[in-house]
């Protein structure tokens, strides 16, 4: 996987209530990306995100898996989490070092406790977020009821982008509210079906006046009768995305692979990269005041260790984001935390238990090192002759 910088980066928490479909979907995610050959199955033990014994007993996720995929010329670093509560320090870990979310919904039982928990963290982290209502192809699937429940109790910032073409076994594809075009499960170009037209464009006026809110021209425009062309529907809703006063709503089965891709492109499209998103803060040690972190990487060097985690093979392994200038493999970097120098090894990206080598993490990225000697979730790793710590995981 290439270098990206950081306005090509994407770093998103996948998180839901437990059985909404998250580690499914994820699959779904890296085999459009081309990073796996075969779509493994939670039920199966086969997944990427899913590989410890312990989940592959269960069927579900105990920790959080870091999946990056790339897309559209963008990296995606994906981070699937948890849905019991009883593993939710590693949803607010993810949750620490992610500039945005994607909060999952199955489509049959609607928004459960978890998924109500999940949203007040991402509303107390002023986090941007898309929503995906999974699971169209089992039974008792409803979309517009899903989507009223959310309206109704996440705000009526939350629009449909997207409407699903029937449900449960007739679930056969999705219709794109921006461009007005039906996709069937081949991934197929079709026609809008009569039946839902009405409601498609019912769906469509709703999205249309949310958008020309975000901006005083589109709101001029919209209300002088003139309609918004689709440039315009999607860099107003990108721009109401990344302030928080918009929320898609999008229609998936993960299992039939359907509208997964619309999802990955709207993740491109309309989520924050680091950039978009308000400087980090730390203290400087040594002239012990708080500062902003730039993500220049001329900047001093700034990482967050945000999980440990024990690998059978290679040990130790410590997971990380860079906030400012770049992480080298074959260094050494100070932590601040410990007071102690940290020989740096080879860095890679993890995705599950899989690992690619790179030589270096630059601001806005997450990787991975192992066999740090005294370094430890919360830790923040710098130059020695310029301190630096970043608040630890609350």
Same mark, same amino acid.
């Not at 898996?65 to 939710?88: C, H, M, Q, R, V």
């Not at 993890?350 to 979730?377: C, F, M, Y």
């Given at each position: %996987? ?25 699959? @779904? ?38 999946? /990056? ?48 928990? %999940? ?10 977020? %898309? ?75 709703? %999205? ?39 929320? /898609? ?22 989520? /924050? ?13 040594? @002239? ?14 700034? @990482? ?36 102690? @120098? ?53």
């Amino acid at each position: %996987m290439r270098s990206y910088q950081s306005n090509d980066i994407r770093n998103v928490a996948l998180v839901s209530h437990s059985r909404a479909g998250k580690t499914s979907l994820s699959e @779904a995610i890296l085999f459009n990306a081309g990073h796996i050959t075969r779509l493994g199955r939670v039920d199966d033990g086969n997944t990427t995100s899913d590989f410890e014994p312990e989940e592959v007993s269960r069927g579900g996720s105990v920790q959080l898996s870091l999946l /990056p995929y790339e897309w559209k010329n963008t990296k995606i670093n994906l981070i699937d989490t948890p849905g019991y509560a009883d593993f939710i320090g590693d949803v607010i870990a993810a949750l620490k070092v992610a500039d945005s979310a994607v909060l999952v919904i199955c489509a049959a039982s609607g928004i459960e406790v978890g998924a109500d928990l %999940m949203w007040n963290e991402l509303s107390k982290r002023e986090l941007p977020a %898309m929503i995906v209502v999974n699971k169209m192809d089992r039974e008792n699937a409803q979309y517009i009821g899903t989507l009223s429940s959310i309206r109704e109790q996440f705000g009526r910032q939350c629009i449909s982008i997207q409407m699903p073409i029937g449900s449960e076994a007739d679930f056969a594809g999705v219709i794109d509210l921006i461009s007005m075009k039906a996709t069937g499960q081949d991934g197929k170009e079709k026609e809008i079906p009569s039946n839902l037209l009405e409601q498609a464009q019912t769906l469509r006026e709703t %999205m249309t006046e949310t958008i020309a809110e975000v901006d005083d021209d589109l709101t001029m425009k919209y209300l002088e009768g003139e309609g918004l062309s689709e440039d315009e529907l999607t860099a107003g809703l990108s721009k109401g995305v990344k302030a928080g006063t918009i929320v /898609p709503v999008l229609a998936t089965s993960a299992l039939l692979n359907s509208g997964v891709e619309s999802l990955m492109n709207g993740i491109c499209n309309y989520l /924050p990269s680091p950039n978009d998103r308000p400087p980090a803060s730390c203290t400087d040690l040594l @002239a012990k005041e708080s500062l902003s972190l730039n993500l220049n990487v001329s900047s001093p060097l700034a @990482a967050f260790v945000f999980k440990t985690s024990a690998d059978p093979f290679v040990g130790k392994l410590s997971y990380f984001r860079v906030y400012s200038s770049s992480l080298q493999s074959d260094s050494q970097v100070w932590n601040s935390n410990k007071h102690t @120098a940290e020989r740096i090894a080879q860095l890679f990206t993890p995705r599950g238990k899989d690992q690619e080598n790179v030589s270096q993490v630059s601001a806005g990225d997450i990787g991975a090192v192992a066999k740090l000697g005294t370094t430890n979730s919360g830790d923040t790793l710098c130059d020695k002759d310029h301190p630096l710590s970043i608040d630890n995981i609350d």
